[in-house]
């Protein structure tokens, strides 16, 4: 089933029963929605979504409606009016609709900008003294890949470009909290800037070495491990990413040919116009702060590296575009 | 038909000298509206305020068996864009 269908099953199956999308659908419809919601609201259900069906921890790439449990429980001691069935037809929706029953543990209010031990994606990071950002991978060298090392913006890690390696990384940044003794890494390299006339650039990044590579994880909260490397989406897809400022949010990609100025800090002093192009405009899915965050597909395959954004609008780099000017790949070693 | 080729080659061509224009932020290509025919595609404006512009209704590229192309342009207001 595609994912237009699931997401409008997920919305007839959760809404209240005097929404406008309940009331005007058909009977049967109606008849059948209001049989599930005995467990599709059921007390153990605290969230629902659209996502990879899980099958023996393993993702299986087929698009489901999840329903997310705190714990699973064995089947005797749920109700049977709230036991979630493995499928559930709508009239409205052709096909039937899969569904996956998933555990998340408790649900809590989840702050990106506190410190995380171990170390894992999603949350701030910054230089010393720097501006927060979000640190979006776990990363390695192609010859060294086991290695782990954190990947983020260079405008993050790297004051756009002009922080020498071997600057003290901190988890969290400064403006989050985290002092010296918060060092989780120092700056390996950053990409080039090329303030040229034309359209040179092609991604904003930097990688750190982490200090204690044992203490690295690289779950993203709410995405999971990357389901390894994928495609650019194209137009009307929806990615998703998890940062330091706006947590797990998703947006529609626009546009994969964006092209745009932005003024940078020139290395020699004062300030020079970078040309990017090639870069994907997505709906809005963030905000200061989630800089460095990985963008991936529904599927859990990473394809982005989150940089900039406007009031109406986010932008990430190809991963690459990320990938081939820093000689990295995801980090193999933590799964 | 405008294809995703002739949109790219007015990028190409065009992207620099777009951008010049003080309230231009972005260029890049978006699917044609229902209001636009013979194009797949269109180059797509985006600008940082929602100001007056000069950017023209058709972008002309030459095509490769020779004449003219006019790529449709449409302009979308953005927002002012920044390293996050």
């Given at each position: 089933?595609?994912?237009?269908d699931?997401?409008?099953?997920q919305?007839?199956l959760?809404?209240?029963?005097?929404?406008?999308q309940v009331q005007?659908?058909?009977?049967d419809?109606?008849?059948?929605?209001?049989?599930?919601?005995?467990?599709?609201?059921?007390p153990?259900?605290?969230?629902?979504g659209?996502?990879s069906?899980i099958?023996?921890?393993?993702?299986?790439?087929?698009?489901?409606?999840?329903?997310?449990?705190?714990?699973k429980?064995?089947?005797?001691?749920?109700?049977?009016?709230?036991?979630?069935?493995?499928s559930?037809?709508l009239?409205a929706?052709?096909?039937?609709i899969?569904?996956?029953v998933?555990?998340i543990?408790?649900?809590?209010?989840q702050?990106?900008?506190?410190?995380?031990?171990?170390?894992?994606?999603?949350?701030?990071?910054?230089?010393?003294?720097?501006?927060?950002?979000?640190?979006?991978a776990i990363?390695?060298k192609?010859n060294?890949p086991?290695?782990?090392?954190?990947l983020?913006?260079?405008?993050?890690?790297?004051?756009?470009?002009?922080?020498?390696?071997?600057?003290?990384?901190?988890?969290?940044?400064?403006?989050?909290?985290?002092?010296?003794?918060?060092?989780?890494?120092?700056?390996?390299?950053s990409?080039?800037?090329d303030?040229?006339?034309?359209?040179?650039?092609?991604?904003?990044?930097?990688i750190?070495?982490?200090?204690?590579r044992?203490?690295?994880?690289?779950?993203?909260?709410?995405?999971?491990v990357?389901n390894?490397?994928?495609a650019?989406?194209?137009?009307?897809?929806q990615?998703?990413?998890t940062?330091?400022?706006t947590?797990?949010?998703?947006g529609?990609?626009k546009d994969?040919?964006?092209?745009?100025f932005m003024?940078?800090p020139?290395?020699?002093?004062?300030w020079?116009?970078?040309?990017?192009?090639?870069q994907?405009?997505?709906?809005?899915?963030?905000?200061?702060?989630?800089?460095?965050?990985?963008?991936?597909?529904?599927?859990?395959?990473?394809v982005?590296?989150?940089?900039?954004?406007?009031?109406?609008?986010?932008?990430?780099s190809p991963?690459?575009?990320v990938?081939?000017?820093?000689?990295?790949?995801?980090?193999?070693?933590?799964? | 038909?405008?294809?995703?080729?002739?949109?790219i080659?007015?990028?190409?061509?065009?992207?620099?000298?777009?951008?010049?224009?003080?309230?231009?932020?972005?260029?890049?290509?978006?699917?044609?509206?229902?209001?636009?025919?013979?194009s797949?595609c269109?180059?797509?404006?985006?600008?940082?305020?929602?100001?007056?512009?000069?950017?023209?209704d058709?972008?002309?590229?030459?095509?490769?068996g020779?004449?003219?192309?006019r790529?449709?342009?449409?302009?979308?207001?953005?927002?002012?864009?920044?390293p996050?």
């Open positions: 089933m595609n994912e237009d699931l997401a409008l099953a919305e007839l959760t809404l209240p029963p005097d929404a406008p005007s659908a058909d009977p419809t109606q008849a059948a929605i209001d049989r599930a919601r005995s467990w599709s609201a059921g153990d259900v605290i969230g629902t659209v996502a069906k099958t023996s921890g393993s993702n299986t790439n087929e698009l489901v409606l999840k329903l997310y449990v705190t714990e429980l064995p089947e005797r001691l749920i109700p049977r009016e709230q036991r979630i069935p493995s559930v037809e009239p929706i052709p096909g039937t899969e569904t996956d998933e555990a543990g408790p649900q809590e209010l702050l990106l900008s506190s410190r995380i031990r171990p170390l894992v994606p999603g949350y701030s990071v910054g230089r010393l003294g720097g501006s927060p950002g979000t640190l979006g990363v390695a192609v060294a086991l290695n782990p090392l954190l983020s913006n260079s405008h993050v890690l790297a004051q756009y470009g002009l922080a020498p390696p071997g600057m003290i990384i901190l988890q969290p940044a400064s403006r989050d909290g985290g002092g010296e003794a918060d060092s989780i890494a120092t700056l390996l390299e990409t080039p800037f303030f040229n006339p034309g359209f040179n650039n092609l991604c904003d990044a930097a750190a070495s982490v200090t204690n044992l203490n690295v994880k690289p779950d993203i909260p709410l995405i999971g990357p390894g490397v994928g650019i989406p194209i137009p009307g897809t990615v998703q990413k940062g330091r400022t947590g797990h949010t998703t529609l990609v994969v040919h964006y092209r745009t003024s940078y020139r290395p020699g002093g004062g020079g116009t970078l040309g990017f192009r090639d994907v405009l997505c709906e809005k899915y963030s905000d200061g702060g989630d800089s460095g965050s990985l963008v991936c597909d529904m599927q859990g395959r990473a982005g590296l989150h940089w900039a954004g406007s009031t109406s609008t986010s932008v990430f991963l690459a575009f990938f081939s000017a820093l000689n990295v790949e995801l980090w193999r070693g933590g799964v | 038909l405008i294809t995703n080729a002739a949109c080659k007015a990028l190409d061509l065009y992207s620099d000298r777009l951008l010049q224009q003080s309230n231009v932020q972005g260029v890049g290509i978006g699917r044609a509206p229902s209001d636009v025919v013979d797949e269109v180059i797509m404006v985006y600008l940082a305020e929602d100001l007056p512009t000069d950017v023209p058709y972008l002309e590229v030459p095509c490769e020779g004449g003219i192309q790529v449709p342009v449409r302009v979308t207001v953005q927002g002012p864009l920044r996050e």
